[in-house]
Structures are given as structure tokens and as C-alpha cells.
T-cell receptor, first 115, second 110 residues
């Protein structure tokens, strides 16, 4: 149980285009989903926290208009990187939690490369 | 505030060697502590956890004990295998949010 999927696993896009990444909780309802960014050989950096049906809460320094997060249902959250640039290339990981504290389940990650 | 300090790597060991990766934390309240493992190109997988002081988490031969007096949660394994090569992250959770260490890369050579 507690499986989180991400789609796509890898994506290559051209500079200036937008890319959407989906995060799904497959066998549970996620009250909260988180989006992280991981640079090569570094730890995870929390970008934003989203609760179903409400606006996401972004961490300091994360551009809201560039990284659009939608949490339309209890099993789906999407991250859209708008007008992507090469510096947005990174590994993006989502996680989801139920109402129980301390438990987060991580997706397998999406490798974004902007050329 | 809440933070996790993790032993820097990379760590290279021979197969069957003993592994220790140090992790200390700073937290308000009573956090839960975790170790996650990340294999190349993949997301994070929960390795083990401990939810209160003196608890020992264990899985796949790995162990870590929640030491409140030293604010530590060191990861140990008595005999590592080549398949243990990965990046290991120590983390704490105060309920809703996770705080990660910087990760320690482990390479086990035959």
C-alpha cells in the first residue's frame, strides 16, 4: 500500500515551453502533497505544500508564477513549470501524506531537462 | 528551528565492512526520525524510522536508535553489500513537514 506515482519519469523540453508533472496517490487519499526539487548530489529542497482544493503554500524563494501547483483532487497534484529555462533542469519529487502525522510517501521522481 | 546534520560523504567501503553514517538533529517538540535511501535515478524509499526516544528502527540489516540525550540517529549495518550502494538521507518530521539532511553517498566495492 501507500504508493505514489509520478508522470512522466523523464521529460526533455525546449526553453520557453511549459511542462506539467503529475503526482498521484494510487491507493490512498492524500490530504496534503509536497513538491521537492533535488539538484545533483544534493538534498531535497521543499518547494511547496498543497492541500486539496486550496492554494499551495510556497517556500521562500520559490516563484509561484513559474511553478504552478494544482491539487484538484485527493489523489492528484500537478506541478507545471512555465516558460522553462535550462536552470530549471532538475529532479522533481512529490510526496503525499494521509491525515496521520509523520508519514509521507514519496514518488519516484521526474527528471526534467530543458534544452 | 528544525534541522538535520548528516555525515558528509562520499563513503566507500569494501563488501562485508561495517557501516556507520552519523546523523544529528535539532528540533522543537518531539520529532519522528527517518532514514531514506535513494538508488540512482530513483525517488526516496523509506528505510527505517523511529517515533520516540530509545526506539530502534531496523530494516534489511540496517539499524538506527533514537537518542534524545545526544540528539542523534546514526545509521549502522554490520556487513554491507554491493547492492547497498546508494545515497542515504536522514530526516525528521514534526508532524506535517519533513527536514532532510544533505545525504551521504555510499559505494560498496566487491
Amino acid at each position: 500500500g501507500a504508493v505514489v506515482s509520478q508522470h512522466p519519469s523523464r521529460v526533455i523540453c525546449k526553453s520557453g515551453t511549459s511542462v506539467k508533472i503529475e503526482c498521484r496517490s494510487l491507493d490512498f487519499q492524500a490530504t496534503t502533497m509536497f513538491w521537492y526539487r533535488q539538484f545533483p548530489k544534493q538534498s531535497l529542497m521543499l518547494m511547496a505544500t498543497s492541500n486539496e482544493g486550496s492554494k499551495a503554500t510556497y517556500e521562500q524563494g520559490v516563484e509561484k508564477d513559474k511553478f504552478l501547483i494544482n491539487h484538484a483532487s485527493l489523489t492528484l497534484s500537478t506541478l507545471t513549470v512555465t516558460s522553462a529555462h535550462p536552470e530549471d533542469s532538475s529532479f522533481y519529487i512529490c510526496s503525499a501524506k494521509t491525515g496521520a502525522p509523520y508519514e509521507q510517501y514519496f514518488g519516484p521522481g521526474t527528471r526534467l531537462t530543458v534544452t | 528551528g528544525n534541522s538535520v546534520t548528516q555525515m558528509e560523504g562520499p563513503v566507500t567501503l569494501s563488501e562485508e565492512a561495517f557501516l556507520t553514517i552519523n546523523c544529528t538533529y535539532t528540533a522543537t517538540g518531539y520529532p519522528s526520525l527517518f532514514w531514506y535511501v535513494q538508488y540512482p535515478g530513483e525517488g526516496l524509499q523509506l528505510l527505517l524510522k523511529a517515533t520516540k526516544a530509545d526506539d530502534k528502527g531496523s530494516n534489511k540489516g540496517f539499524e538506527a536508535t533514537y537518542r534524545k540525550e545526544t540528539t542523534s540517529f546514526h545509521l549502522e549495518k554490520g556487513s554491507v553489500q554491493v547492492s547497498d550502494s546508494a545515497v542515504y538521507f536522514c530526516a525528521l518530521s514534526t508532524g506535517n513537514q519533513f527536514y532532510f539532511g544533505t545525504g551521504t553517498s555510499l559505494t560498496v566495492i566487491p
